[in-house]
């Protein structure tokens, strides 16, 4: 992800004679300096690159899963498991990535979620208050109908 922003500096009297200041014409505005843009990139975190190995790993799932499930050769009961496994899996892909984006949203960006077999575990890479689990918790038993008891929440205190 990149992200262009504009960087503004104040000139200040603690600048060295010899650096070189472009002031602007209008008046007001000569105490300070625009400095042209510069890109930020995000440092890539365990978590991202976790997030992308197992894109990498469901989307060769998906198309092995879209090959079976189409293929003329098989019987229809067969295709139709493998449809069934298919749906199955495209659905766990998106409520992982919209609880994510959830916990996005609330400002735990290497949020991770993990569904697997009727349980829920969510790794922040931060240290949570009772009541921050508690909102992570509701959400992900809101979107999935999965009881608490059955979703782990593992914060940097747990070691993550």
């Given at each position: 992800m990149v992200i262009?922003?504009?960087?503004?500096?104040?000139?200040?009297?603690?600048?060295?004679?010899?650096?070189?200041?472009?002031?602007?014409?209008?008046?007001?505005?000569?105490?300070?300096?625009v400095?042209?843009?510069v890109?930020?990139?995000s440092?890539p975190t365990?978590?991202?690159?976790?997030k992308?190995?197992?894109?990498?790993?469901?989307?060769?799932?998906?198309?092995?899963?879209?090959?079976f499930a189409?293929?003329a050769?098989s019987?229809?009961?067969r295709?139709?498991?493998?449809?069934?496994?298919?749906?199955?899996?495209?659905?766990?892909m998106?409520?992982?990535?919209?609880i994510?984006?959830?916990?996005?949203?609330?400002?735990?960006?290497?949020?991770?979620?993990?569904l697997?077999d009727g349980?829920?575990?969510v790794?922040?890479?931060v240290?949570?208050?009772?009541?921050?689990?508690?909102?992570i918790?509701?959400?992900?038993?809101?979107?999935?109908?999965i009881?608490f008891?059955?979703?782990?929440?593992?914060?940097?205190?747990?070691?993550?």
């Amino acid at each position: 992800m990149v992200i262009l922003a504009l960087l503004y500096i104040f000139r200040s009297d603690d600048f060295a004679d010899d650096e070189e200041v472009i002031a602007n014409d209008e008046p007001g505005l000569e105490n300070f300096v625009v400095v042209e843009p510069v890109t930020v990139r995000s440092v890539p975190t365990k978590f991202a690159e976790y997030k992308l190995e197992r894109e990498r790993m469901r989307s060769r799932q998906v198309e092995l899963l879209q090959n079976f499930a189409y293929d003329a050769h098989s019987d229809s009961q067969r295709r139709e498991q493998f449809q069934n496994e298919l749906q199955a899996l495209i659905g766990k892909m998106s409520r992982e990535a919209e609880i994510e984006g959830l916990l996005k949203a609330q400002g735990y960006v290497d949020g991770l979620v993990i569904l697997d077999d009727g349980t829920v575990t969510v790794v922040v890479p931060v240290t949570l208050t009772r009541e921050e689990a508690a909102r992570i918790g509701d959400v992900v038993h809101r979107l999935t109908g999965i009881g608490f008891e059955r979703i782990t929440i593992v914060d940097e205190t747990l070691g993550v």
